[in-house]
């Protein structure tokens, strides 16, 4: 629908019945902000507290502010800051690891429960260690761990 004065879109809808007349009017923004139909946007908001203890005691120094906190990393390669990773679940590039390490460290250590990547064994250095220690089990005469561990290197040879 546009509006009734200048052709834009119109997004205030005004409904008007006097004496079982309905009357419809139907304005774009900044026609219905020129016939005071719709409200002022608020201006600055004044700190009612701050206001309240400069009345009640004019001569007693206002708190001290809180410091500002410490601006968020970002990452110097491609601009990613920590509410962008949140936002997305995503990292940037290799070098946020680096850059944004303060808020990934609790992350990452909540996830994983450790602070270093354990990781999966590369099936070869499983295989060796399995034969280290079907050596360590023929040696030793365990033979039910030896034929395990020769069932066990089999299956993954």
């Not at 206002?62 to 990393?73: N, Q, R």
């Not at 690891?97 to 064994?121: C, F, N, Q, S, V």
């Amino acid at each position: 629908m546009k509006c009734q004065i200048c052709d834009a879109p119109a997004t205030f809808h005004l409904t008007d019945v006097v004496n079982k007349k309905r009357r419809e009017l139907h304005l774009c923004e900044r026609c219905a902000r020129e016939r005071n139909l719709i409200p002022e946007p608020p201006g600055p908001q004044i700190d009612l507290k701050a206001l309240m203890g400069l009345l009640t005691n004019p001569f007693h120094a206002p708190p001290a502010l809180a410091p500002e906190p410490a601006p968020e990393p970002v990452c110097a390669q491609c601009g990613m800051a920590v509410p962008e990773f949140k936002a997305t679940g995503r990292l940037g590039c290799s070098h946020d690891y680096e850059a944004l390490r303060p808020a990934l460290e609790p992350l990452l250590e909540r996830i994983h429960r450790a602070m270093t990547h354990a990781g999966k064994t590369p099936r070869a250095v499983r295989v060796s260690e399995w034969k280290r220690r079907l050596g360590a089990a023929v040696a030793a005469e365990n033979y039910e761990e030896a034929a395990r561990l020769r069932d066990l290197i089999r299956a993954h040879e």
